[in-house]
């Protein structure tokens, strides 16, 4: 593997540029020979936070290893376009797939076109997320929504899920964008946008119920698909719910238990809805989980003050703090795609007998 400095600016009295150089080196030391990057050393890699952890590595001067892991998803990818859901090596540890998972690579690869400008790259991955995205909109139900995954035997679930399909939004709007950089056109996934995008935000009971997840309650916003004072609405009416003030964001808002990947993605749900100073304050949470060796705790359970799980670092942790300082300190040329600043302005497409159909 190669090393670099990083480009990242620092936030400053947040993380400075060297701290976030070392959090990248820490991050380019994970990946593997055949470009997989793992949560931890010696632990399971799934393509969603490896993709996470390939936009931090961007963003930071690793072309090479970014290219090293987009490189392993096209590797890996199955026949039908989707991958399983954890892999450790070479070995498949849950053959689950799942729609959101399935679907990033068209962020990741958007957001590196963005920062590089490395077009060639893009065309030579586009089947793959060509591929990935046919896979995964053969899952959208009538109601816009995507069922959420297919289990080991096949078997698809009935329900969607609320994260899920935003983070799928988001993916669909960027391979969108994506498509017409590389001179081709996919209005049907356009299409499929405005429904999916119609149904995050208009339609949260038809998402299973998982109001307990910090990822539910700010993932609409982080997606875009809701925006403008709806969405400063819904932040505001669970911020006392999932956030501990100092302290940072609950994964799950039944317990203390603090975590530096779901504060940084709210960082960006806040910097979306141009809430840059709430968004500078609960990144500064998150210097709670740095290390010195430019890791994060995944966790930190209150009032204890102990890490969960006890002593666990993970890649996907430090690639969203990455990220966050990107947007606030804009220092990449990818820093705006969580703002929606690179996307064109999506569909609103109500079903057939939705009561806001227009």
């Given at each position: 593997m190669s090393s670099t400095t990083s480009s990242l600016s620092g936030v400053p009295g947040v993380?400075?540029?060297?701290?976030?150089?070392?959090?990248?080196?820490?991050?380019?030391?994970?990946?593997?020979?055949?470009?997989?990057?793992?949560?931890?050393?010696?632990?399971?890699?799934?393509p969603w936070n490896h993709v996470e952890v390939a936009m931090a590595l961007t963003i930071s001067g690793y072309e090479h290893e970014a290219r090293a892991a987009y490189r392993w998803l096209a590797s890996t990818q199955l026949g039908d376009g989707s991958w399983f859901n954890y892999y450790v090596g070479d070995r498949v540890k849950d053959a689950r797939l799942d729609t959101n998972v399935c679907a990033y690579i068209a962020t990741g690869l958007y957001h590196y076109v963005l920062a590089t400008n490395d077009v060639d790259f893009a065309a030579e991955l586009w089947p793959r997320v060509e591929r990935a995205l046919e896979f995964v909109l053969r899952w959208q139900l009538d109601d816009g929504t995507i069922r959420w995954s297919l289990d080991a035997q096949g078997r698809p679930e009935s329900y969607a899920l609320l994260t899920g399909s935003s983070s799928i939004f988001h993916s669909l709007r960027c391979g969108v964008a994506l498509a017409e950089r590389l001179d081709h056109s996919k209005p049907e996934w356009e299409m499929a946008a405005g429904r999916l995008g119609h149904a995050v935000a208009h339609h949260?009971?038809?998402?299973?119920?998982?109001?307990?997840?910090?990822?539910?309650?700010?993932?609409?916003?982080?997606?875009?698909?809701?925006?403008?004072?709806?969405?400063?609405?819904?932040?505001?009416?669970?911020?006392?719910?999932?956030?501990?003030?100092?302290?940072?964001?609950?994964?799950?808002s039944t317990n203390d238990w603090v975590t530096a990947a779901e504060t940084a993605e709210c960082v960006l749900a806040l910097d979306a809805l141009g809430l840059t100073s709430r968004a500078l304050d609960l990144l500064s949470c998150t210097r709670l989980h740095r290390r010195d060796d430019g890791a994060y705790w995944t966790g930190i359970a209150y009032p204890t003050r102990t890490t969960f799980p006890d002593r666990e670092t993970t890649s996907y942790t430090a690639a969203a703090v990455l990220l966050a300082a990107d947007a606030l300190s804009s220092s990449s040329k990818a820093a705006g795609l969580f703002r929606h600043d690179e996307l064109a302005t999506p569909l609103d497409l109500a079903e057939p007998g939705c009561p806001l159909r227009r």
């Open positions: 993380v400075s540029s060297e701290e976030l150089a070392v959090t990248a080196n820490y991050l380019s030391s994970l990946q593997l020979v055949s470009g997989q990057i793992p949560w931890f050393s010696g632990g399971h890699c799934d949260p009971g038809a998402f299973a119920p998982k109001n307990e997840f910090a990822m539910d309650w700010y993932y609409p916003m982080f997606s875009g698909a809701l925006r403008g004072e709806a969405g400063v609405k819904r932040l505001d009416d669970g911020w006392e719910r999932h956030v501990m003030d100092e302290l940072g964001v609950r994964c799950v």
